[in-house]
């Protein structure tokens, strides 16, 4: 439940602290006095989004803090620790939950999680299981299917969650399988037509038989065949230069070293600095003797048969070439394609065989998916009556003791996430009438009190920590408005309820009032929350019943209200 909720900068709101706690929590306050903006910032709190139009003229942002106690065990605290955050030990079996929320006039939200900032989202997830809020919106949702779907499978409870979880999982189970099955059967033709277009590129490859980097090497080769003429004259001249062998009157360049190694020799004797020089001509030599060696070894290696060979080689590059054209631009992908194009064929060419399996999963989904469905069917129209017959009990102590509500569970033609269910909440005004569909039998007024009714009958099935009614008692009166009232305090007997009412028959059943209270400076205005008790309690109950605090009559009349809930909550 909620301990505490604080408030700075939020509408007219400057700043609030609103005492909760557990039980029947009624807030006041005149018309524009800002009780809306609770209702505002609790939804900061429960991730809704966010508005900068919604922060106090002249304030950089809007602070909404909230306070929850929580069991220190339980789904709960598993998601709260799942986000990276934790919660606050407050006793045995009991824990303390910190949100926090902020919004700055540029527009940026910021959410916080004990603590520890968080995304928005993280507040929405928890708040679905903390708080159900209850508005003028939610009376308009009521008239919806979904709403009403909802209300029923809320109130069927556990069993039914076990079942629609089963039946959700292999609902998606068999909409995968039958997704892929059509996606297979639509695409038949394309699929075949590409099995065989990669055939006939896969055989195409294998014939070529390419080898990663073999152009590359094939265009070396060529270059070199391509210039076969040029090498043989220029490594021709390089060994006549070194070694020359067309006369004995070509100065070479061994003669000349030989010819300058003789004549250091003829003197070496006469000075000690000639020996070295003598020896480093020496080592020359020898060096550029193996030189013309060498050059005359790759004479000998240049094939006088290129000119043949060239125009093989050019052949096999125009192949691969034409390759990479094809299923290129590398050759190297090239053979990547046979590669993996193997894996592909091999999937297409098992197509029939996949479609035979795909059609036999998909028959033992829809079978369980079938068996399923009339299982839930089965407990909704159980649920279904024991919701209209608790309803309608509940009706009658709200002043609506000739209405009756019908639940209807019919069988609809497709399935879907739910099961094959429609449900409808019809109300029959009184007897003798045809039930009618919410959105066209039932009244604002009316509409409040079954929105409740539902609530207090389904709150005994799914638990909800918390309840919050903003104005549901609009367009009720009177002994309507005692009976809501009544029947809200009964609700807060299992949940904390926390309600924002203009009506004094409303309040009267409340365990904790508060009060929105409006002042002015005379340009700003300003609004603070007080917590009411003794007096102060019966005049702003006399305040609601006729508008004027102090009236004589009105407080007694709110003496006599409080009396006759104190005596309803002592009976109870």
Do not use: C
Request: avoid cysteine.
């Amino acid at each position: 439940m909620i301990e505490e909720i604080s408030i700075r900068d939020l509408g007219v709101i400057g700043e609030a602290r609103l005492p909760l706690g557990p039980g029947f929590t009624a807030i006041t306050g005149e018309t524009g006095a800002g009780k809306t903006m609770v209702v505002t910032a609790l939804g900061l709190l429960l991730g809704e989004r966010s508005d900068a139009a919604a922060i106090r003229a002249g304030s950089p942002q809007a602070i909404v803090e909230g306070r929850w106690l929580i069991a220190d065990e339980g789904r709960v605290v598993q998601n709260v620790r799942d986000a990276g955050s934790d919660v606050e030990s407050a006793g045995p079996g009991k824990a303390e939950l910190l949100l926090g929320r902020s919004v700055s006039s540029e527009g940026r939200s910021r959410a916080a999680l004990g603590g520890r900032a968080v995304p928005s989202r993280i507040l929405t997830e928890l708040g679905e299981q903390l708080v159900v809020v209850h508005g003028q919106s939610e009376q308009v949702r009521l008239r919806s299917a979904t709403a009403q779907h909802e209300a029923l499978d809320r109130f069927a409870g556990a069993e039914l969650g076990t079942v629609l979880g089963d039946y959700q999982d292999v609902y998606r189970r068999w909409q995968s399988t039958q997704s892929e099955l059509d996606l297979l059967i639509a695409e038949q033709e394309r699929r075949a037509a590409e099995a065989e277009e990669l055939r006939a590129s896969i055989e195409e490859i294998e014939k070529a038989a390419p080898q990663r980097g073999e152009d590359v090497e094939l265009q070396e080769r060529v270059d070199r065949l391509s210039n076969l003429e040029d090498l043989r004259i220029a490594a021709t001249q390089a060994h006549e230069a070194l070694s020359s062998e067309l006369s004995d009157e070509a100065r070479d360049v061994l003669a000349l070293l030989d010819a300058a190694k003789r004549s250091l020799d003829r003197v070496a004797s006469y000075d000690a600095a000639l020996p070295p020089i003598a020896e480093q001509l020496a080592v020359v030599t020898e060096t550029v003797t193996d030189v013309s060696a060498q050059l005359s070894r790759y004479l000998g290696s240049l094939d006088p048969e290129g000119a043949r060979e060239l125009e093989g080689l050019q052949e096999r590059r125009a192949e691969l070439t034409a390759l990479a054209r094809k299923y290129g631009p590398t050759l190297d992908e090239v053979v990547d394609l046979l590669d993996s194009g193997s894996g592909r064929l091999l999937e297409l060419d098992n197509d029939a065989d996949r479609i035979e399996l795909l059609r036999e999963t998909v028959g033992q989904h829809q079978a369980r998916l079938v068996q399923l469905a009339e299982r839930l069917s089965t407990i909704r129209r159980g649920a279904a009556e024991r919701l209209g017959e608790a309803v309608t009990t509940e009706l009658a102590a709200l002043a609506m003791a000739s209405a009756r509500l019908v639940v209807q569970v019919e069988d609809r033609q497709d399935y879907t996430t739910t099961g094959k269910d429609q449900v409808a909440i019809l109300l029959q005004p009184h007897p003798g009438s045809e039930p009618r569909p919410l959105a066209k039998g039932a009244s604002g007024g009316e509409l409040s009190r079954v929105m409740l009714a539902i609530e207090v009958v389904v709150a005994a099935n799914d638990p909800v920590p918390t309840f919050v009614f903003d104005e549901v008692d609009a367009g009720v009166g009177g002994a309507s408005a005692i009976e809501i009232g009544r029947r809200l305090a009964k609700l807060s007997e299992s949940a904390q309820v926390i309600v924002v009412t203009h009506l004094a028959q409303v309040a009267a059943f409340a365990t904790n009032h508060l009060r929105v209270t409006k002042g002015t400076d005379g340009e700003v205005t300003s609004s603070s929350v007080e917590q009411l008790n003794g007096d102060q309690r019966v005049s702003e109950m006399a305040r609601l019943l006729s508008g004027l605090a102090d009236s004589d009559s009105g407080l007694a009349h709110a003496r006599e209200l409080l009396d006759l809930a104190h005596f309803d909550h002592g009976r109870g």
